[in-house]
Nanobody, 121 residues
């Protein structure tokens, strides 16, 4: 079992920055890859970024590449998403998720409750 709790969301102006955190507990944090997803009102949930157990491999959606950075601190059992140059279209509920494998497989078994990010124009 894995429990995930996101934090760090809020209201920010376009061009601003936010850093999301995801605190994990339960199974050893370094034993699974992690991902960030988001869901805007009226839209389906979409992939944002993912990271392997060591942090050595990362993937990004084209829409956030060059603006967002995913990272993890295994000693603190925490996943991060640094979001820079935010745009109104980044407004969504952001979720972290735990992969079932140490390497990014795309199969996420556990999800957090989400944190709201709102970017004003």
């Amino acid at each position: 079992q894995v429990q995930l709790v996101e934090s760090g969301g809020g209201l920010v102006q376009a061009g601003g920055s936010l850093r999301l955190s995801c605190a994990a507990s339960g199974r050893a944090f370094s034993s699974y890859a992690m991902g960030w997803f988001r869901q805007a009102p009226g839209k389906e949930r979409e992939f944002v970024a993912s990271i392997s157990w060591s942090g050595g491999t990362t993937y990004y959606a084209d829409s956030v590449k060059g603006r967002f950075t995913i990272s993890r601190d295994n000693a603190k059992n925490t996943l991060y998403l640094q979001m820079n140059s935010l745009k109104p279209e980044d407004t969504a509920v952001y979720y972290c998720a735990a992969d079932r494998l140490p390497f990014v497989s795309g199969a996420y078994d556990y999800w957090g409750q989400g944190t709201q990010v709102t970017v004003s124009s």
